[in-house]
């Protein structure tokens, strides 16, 4: 059967590489299954320290309205999650941000925030070669709009060429899904692979291929 006539169960192929690449669970879904919220990216824009910083961020990519056209373009994505490395006490965790960013905060608190985030961090960025392999794997397979999208921002550069507007690697730089408005929790939710939070234990950071 060719890609036009395609079956979820024929994308088994990039489940199984997604688990033997070290992905926990990998599930395809159909793309209208993914959820697409305007409210999204205002958490970029009001939460995150690396807004507008980034060519892979907002404001430089599709705004929710723009992604709803291309994703209905699409017809089936596959959900990736991984276990993070990170972890710290719960009451850090409900209070990341400021352990990590307060000056004043308890230092044995700041040490754990700035641990948790060094360890997160580091295994976002590993996750960004699975998820570009898996659309490579996809492409391979005739499958050739397949488009990954990346959890958290990215890595790649220390410091972004936003100034000339020029990604410098961008075989490699993918945007994150929240990024263009994708509300991960509630489709992860509904493709039976729910997102636990408040962060109990290692975090589960997800992913997602398009695919066509």
């Known amino acids: 059967m060719t890609p036009a006539t395609s079956t979820p169960r024929e994308f088994a192929f990039l489940e199984q590489a997604a688990r033997s690449l070290g992905a926990t669970v990998a599930k395809v879904i159909p793309a209208s299954d993914v959820i697409v919220e305007n409210r999204v990216p205002l958490k970029c824009r009001a939460g995150c320290i690396g807004y507008g910083k980034k060519l892979t961020c907002p404001p430089y990519v599709p705004t929710p309205d723009e992604f709803r056209k291309i994703l209905a373009e699409y017809r089936y994505a596959l959900l990736v999650k991984f276990t993070s490395p990170a972890t710290a006490e719960p009451d850090v965790i409900c209070s990341i941000y400021r352990y990590w960013l307060d000056p004043e905060a308890p230092a044995d608190k700041k040490e754990q925030a700035t641990q948790f985030w060094q360890d997160y961090f ?52 993918r945007i994150p899904e929240h990024a263009v408005g994708v509300n991960m929790k509630k489709t992860a939710e509904k493709a039976g692979m729910p997102i636990r939070f408040p962060v109990t234990g290692h975090p589960e950071p997800m992913a997602l291929l398009l695919i066509d």
């Open 122 to 173: 580091t295994g976002s960025k590993d996750c960004a070669p699975v998820m570009l392999e898996l659309e490579k794997t996809a492409f391979n397979a005739g499958y050739t709009l397949a488009l990954a999208f990346v959890n958290g921002s990215c890595r790649l550069c220390e410091s972004c060429n936003v100034k000339a507007g020029i990604c410098i690697h961008p075989t490699q730089a």
